[in-house]
């Protein structure tokens, strides 16, 4: 099985930083990608950010500038910076990852983490 776990998060003024973190372990060969989430109330879950093994980083427009992914294959972790944090930030973030097993490619998703910025 492939468990995937996260740290970080809280509550953090309106311009403050927080620093989320992720980890992948258990049984698979390699991992495809990671990345961040994030689910807000009333709302759908939408991409915030992730890398690819090839090192392809993307971002959603909203936080372009202000989030920053650090991968890292070799400790199969991956970590999301946040600055300039917004009150619309507010929301459970999630780390998932797609990772290749040997009868194909699976994701799986952390238990995610509350991130709550106040005005």
């Known amino acids: 099985q492939v468990q995937v776990e996260e740290s970080g998060g809280g509550l953090v003024q309106s311009g403050g930083s927080l620093r989320l973190s992720c980890t992948v372990s258990g049984r698979f060969l390699s991992i495809v990608t990671m990345g961040w989430y994030r689910q807000a109330p009333a709302k759908e879950r939408e991409l915030v950010g992730m890398?690819?093994?090839?090192?392809?980083?993307i971002y959603t427009d909203s936080v372009k500038g202000r989030f920053t992914i650090y991968g890292d294959n070799a400790k199969n972790t991956v970590d999301l910076q946040m600055n300039s944090l917004k009150p619309e930030d507010t929301g459970v973030y999630f780390c998932r990852t797609e990772v290749q097993r040997v009868f194909g490619q699976y994701q799986y998703w952390g238990q995610g983490t509350q991130v709550t910025v106040s005005s």
């Open positions: 890398v690819t093994r090839d090192g392809i980083i």
